[in-house]
C-alpha cells in the first residue's frame, strides 16, 4: 500500500524559506507524477506545483511561480517542495499526491494523498 509522508512545515516570517518533503513507499517512486496542493482556512483544495517522474517538467500555479520550486529525488522516493520569499497569502495545509502518468493540477487525477503538513507565514 502506497504512503506518502509530509514534513518540514512550520511558522515562519513573511519572505522566509522553508522546504517541504514528501516520502513515499509501499512501491516504486519511478513512473509516477508527483503533485503539491494546499489548502487555506475556509478555502478550497488548490494545485501548488506537479513534477514528472522524470523530474524534467515541471509545472506551477501562478500563485506561487518565481519563488515555489518542485523536485524529486527517484532514489529516496522523496519529492520536495523549496518555498522562498513567502508570503502570508501561502497559509495553509501542504499536500503532496501522486498518480500514474503525466503530472496534472487536477486533484482528481491524483490517486494518493498525504495527511499533510501545516505551513504558517507571519506578517
Known amino acids: 500500500q502506497v504512503q506518502l509522508v509530509e514534513s518540514g512545515g512550520g511558522l515562519v516570517q513573511a519572505g522566509g524559506s522553508l522546504r517541504l518533503s514528501c516520502a513515499a513507499s509501499?512501491?516504486?517512486?519511478?513512473?509516477?507524477?508527483m503533485g503539491w496542493f494546499r489548502q487555506a482556512p475556509g478555502k478550497e483544495r488548490e494545485f501548488v506545483a506537479a513534477i514528472r517522474w522524470s523530474g524534467g517538467d515541471t509545472y506551477y500555479a501562478d500563485s506561487v511561480k518565481g519563488r515555489f520550486t518542485i523536485s524529486r529525488d527517484n532514489a529516496k522516493s522523496t519529492v520536495y517542495l523549496q518555498m522562498n520569499s513567502m508570503k502570508p497569502e501561502d497559509t495553509a495545509v501542504y499536500y503532496c499526491?501522486?498518480?500514474?502518468?503525466?503530472?496534472?493540477?487536477?486533484?482528481?487525477?491524483?490517486?494518493?494523498w498525504g495527511q499533510g503538513t501545516q505551513v504558517t507565514v507571519s506578517s
Open positions: 499526491a501522486e498518480r500514474r502518468g503525466d503530472p496534472s493540477s487536477w486533484q482528481r487525477a491524483y490517486d494518493y
Open positions: 509501499g512501491r516504486t517512486f519511478v513512473g509516477y507524477a
